[in-house]
């Protein structure tokens, strides 16, 4: 037998962070404008991994801006998972 937990659609995670940006210099990611598709859902928690290992390095339980500074001239893609329950 399918339960309805099978369907349900992870949150849609998006970083917004500013445009021009330096090695040594403080970096802010925002992820105010991460959703969930099914309004029954909330977004409780947010796990950042700034520098790309698959390990988070920062963690949050609600969309507050996230600094990091990356101190050497390194390719890196800032990645979050949100995670979400059931809203009551």
């Known amino acids: 037998m399918l339960?309805?937990?099978?369907?349900?659609?992870p949150p849609v995670a998006v970083i917004t962070a500013q445009r021009i940006w330096g090695?040594?210099?403080v970096m802010t990611f925002?992820?105010?404008r991460s959703f969930h598709i099914d309004p029954h859902q909330a977004i409780v928690r947010y796990q950042w991994d700034f520098?790309?290992?698959?390990v988070f390095d920062y963690e949050n339980s609600s969309p507050v801006e996230a600094m990091?500074?990356?101190p050497d001239p390194h390719p890196a893609c800032p990645a979050?998972?949100?995670s979400s329950l059931p809203s009551n």
């Open 23 to 25: 090695y040594d210099q």
């Open 3 to 9: 339960t309805p937990t099978l369907f349900v659609q």
């Open 30 to 32: 925002s992820p105010a």
């Open 80 to 82: 979050i998972r949100p």
């Open 51 to 54: 520098n790309g290992d698959g």
């Open 68 to 70: 990091w500074t990356y």
